[in-house]
């Protein structure tokens, strides 16, 4: 073969995904809606089950759900015939993958789910198979040639299948409400988790969060901010309530001591920064970090949501999370 007949392969390949998914578009099974919220309302979890190049469509089908809100595994339909059934409760529902409907190992995980209680779906391409008539819902992608030349190797149907999976995952999404903030708390590694953590979850708080009273005095201050791990370079002045007073930092002392102002046994209140901008602690970090560029400043006390101090935050926290 040539290179344009390599290209022109490639190219009727994706031709023939796309045009099934277009179909299914168009055609979307009428029971979409139903299981939609079948699964929104699952009490229990989602188990994704298939066999061979079904089952890996179903893996990812079942990771979607995982990261967004739904709690889902697979169930490899040989093991759990084997003991694996002992994962499933009645509170689950079982989304069922098979192009034909009449693979025999799927089709015998059926009586069980069943037995135990669980509502089933399935997704096959053959609305009038035996998986889709012994399913409490059955989801058709319809029969199309697959693109393999030999008519053998899953494409069409497999990419048909995992464009309806992402459709019933995004849906239900939206119907649990599923929020930016949640999604983070399942991505905390990578692009996608740092973009999406909040300043909670990178404060300094506890043991490296200096805090001194209202009256206490600046040489105390001092020892304060040297003495709390990770030297964090200023130290936070509350009331008896947690409430924020004001900040002193590192770049006050300085100035303090060029200017020959700096007595030691006044009070820290006498000097500090009364009024400093101040983060929520629900915040993105991403957003945190713009306001870190726009007001010019090096640290910032954090407050929850009833205005007691809660953390603090150094511009060099937000390096280290690398955007």
């Known amino acids: 073969m040539t290179s344009s007949d390599l290209n022109s392969r490639g190219q009727q390949v994706l031709r023939l995904e796309a045009d099934a998914l277009l179909a299914l578009s168009e055609n979307l099974p009428s029971s979409f809606a139903q299981a939609c919220e079948l699964l929104a309302n699952c009490s229990g979890r989602v188990i994704i089950s298939g066999m061979g190049k079904a089952g890996i469509i179903g893996q990812k089908i079942s990771a979607t759900l995982a990261s967004t809100g739904t709690p889902s595994l697979f169930l490899h339909p040989s093991e759990a ?19 034909s409907g009449t693979t025999h190992e799927v089709l015998r995980l059926l009586p069980a789910i069943k037995s135990i209680g669980a509502k089933s779906i399935a997704i096959c391409g053959n609305s009038d198979s035996a998986l889709a008539e012994n399913c409490d819902l059955s989801l058709s992608i319809g029969l199309r040639p697959e693109a393999c030349p030999l008519g053998l190797a899953p494409t069409v149907s497999t990419t048909a299948m995992l464009g309806l999976g992402d459709a019933l995952a995004m849906a239900v999404l939206e119907l649990r409400n599923f929020t930016r903030e949640e999604f983070a708390r399942f991505h905390p590694a990578g692009a996608l988790g740092r973009e999406l953590m909040t300043v909670a979850e990178m404060m300094r708080k506890g043991k490296y969060l200096p805090l001194i009273d209202s ?18 370079g200023a130290a936070l002045i509350v009331d008896g309530d947690q409430q924020l007073l004001g900040i002193f930092t590192d770049g006050d002392l300085r100035r303090l001591a060029d200017s020959g102002q700096l007595l030691l046994d006044e009070t820290t209140d006498s000097y500090m920064a009364t009024n400093p901008r101040v983060l929520n602690e629900n915040i993105l970090v991403s957003e945190a970090l713009h306001m870190f560029k726009d007001l010019h400043v090096d640290q910032m006390p954090v407050i929850d949501d009833a205005s007691r101090v809660v953390g603090l935050v150094d511009i060099q926290d937000l390096l280290e999370v690398r955007f």
């Open 81 to 99: 015939v084997h003991g694996d059934l002992g994962r499933l409760r009645p509170s689950d529902v079982v989304v069922v993958l098979s192009n």
């Open 215 to 232: 009256g206490t005095e600046l040489r105390r201050a001092l020892t304060v901010m040297t003495a709390t791990p990770g030297r964090p």
